[in-house]
């Protein structure tokens, strides 16, 4: 839709812009502008004609003395044909120079980057409106600016929110794009790839996120001085843990659940046995503790990226119900039966896991991103893991984080973490 220089036209124009500019999303500067800025300077030059030499300002202090003249002039009844014409010429220029010096530049910036769009629009309406009253004729040039700069910014203004969408995921891009839509065809200019775009921005980042962890300490048995003579004490760990996200309309939910065991033994003498003249006698015990957890319902998955491709993905799994019980595996003695210890139960505080996935992308606005990512950590001598990816909230079960083992224990103790993701934008 062009608006043409009838009065119906002009009216419409300026309807058009106000409705336009007021509904142009706030962005802040500078984000990703695409279009050219560097001619303005040359194309308001060139319009200076005549009155080349004087700056806006003084043109405005030149006509509003003249003005005063006319309607001294007025008042008195003198006519006088040639100034009068002379200051309709100088206002005309005067209104050419605000266009091309002040709105025009203001236009051609805001085509390359949505943050001056709705400020560059409303100056243009601002502009409409004075000529609309003062001198709605011979301005067919820069009528024919503004529609097609009217019709780049919000076209501009679509590619570079679209853009944020796919960075962002945010909701508030997709208002912003229906809102554009309406402006494209209100325009004449929509097409079935800017209701597309809407509709993937709605829907944005759908897909899938597992996060499975297993801890391995193998046993390892070595001797140990006790009170009574020298023994043997053993350890071993092991744990898997699972942990499912989807992600759909923004909203994600999964389902974790987690187990650990470690077992501790070792068999020791009782020499004072030997003492009352009997045979010593070896005692051999061992328990296990296992930890277990598992939870549904909210989760929460989100996905952000630079403009360098650099994307973070925050995870964090639903609340998991976790408890620890403690058993007696093993209770012997070579000189006769023997007791271990009664099973005990205890409630752990509820918890989840979370943490963030950070992955390069080739291209920040593709809109695909799938893979896998495996690290296998290796506890040193201080009981402490180091991450490659964060690792936050409370982490347990296979989480990275120490495994309590008795000091003597010099195993390799691993925890392997494979995460794989199949995110799709609009999915």
Known sequence: MRFRLTRSGRRALITVVFVISASLPVLPVGVSPTGPVAGAEA?????????????????????QILRGFERARELLGVQDPERTAGLASLEHELRARVFWDQVFPQLLQAEGDCAFGEAALLDALTWARQVEIAEPEGWEEEVDVINESMRKIVLNCHDQIYKLCVLEDRELWAQALEQLNRNLELLGYKEQMHEDRRYKCFLGWGGTMTVVETLDAPQQTWPEQFADGQGTSWFSASGSYELRIERRLHQSTGDAKGTQR????????????????????????????????????????????????????????????????????????????????????????????????????????????????????????????TALFKDSGAPWLGAVQAVQTPASYSGARTITVTIRYDLTFGG
């Open 43 to 63: 194309a308001s030059l060139s319009r200076q004609d005549g009155w080349d030499m004087q700056s806006i300002p003084e043109l405005v202090e030149v006509v």
């Open 262 to 385: 470690q077992v501790n033994g070792g068999s020791q003498p009782a020499r004072r046995l030997e003492e009352l003249g009997r045979p010593p006698c070896l005692f051999t015990s061992e328990s296990e503790r296992v930890d277990t957890g598992s939870g549904g319902g909210a989760a929460r998955l989100s996905l952000i990226t630079s403009e360098s491709g650099e994307t973070r993905i925050p995870f964090a799994g639903p609340p998991e119900s976790r408890a620890e019980d403690d058993r007696s595996t093993r209770a012997e003695s070579s000189c006769g039966a023997a007791r271990g210890a009664d099973p005990r139960h205890r409630d752990l505080p509820n918890g989840n896991r979370s943490g963030e996935l950070v992955v390069q992308k080739d291209d920040p606005y593709a809109e695909r991103l799938n893979g896998e990512v495996i690290d296998v950590f290796r506890q040193d001598q201080r009981g402490v893991f």
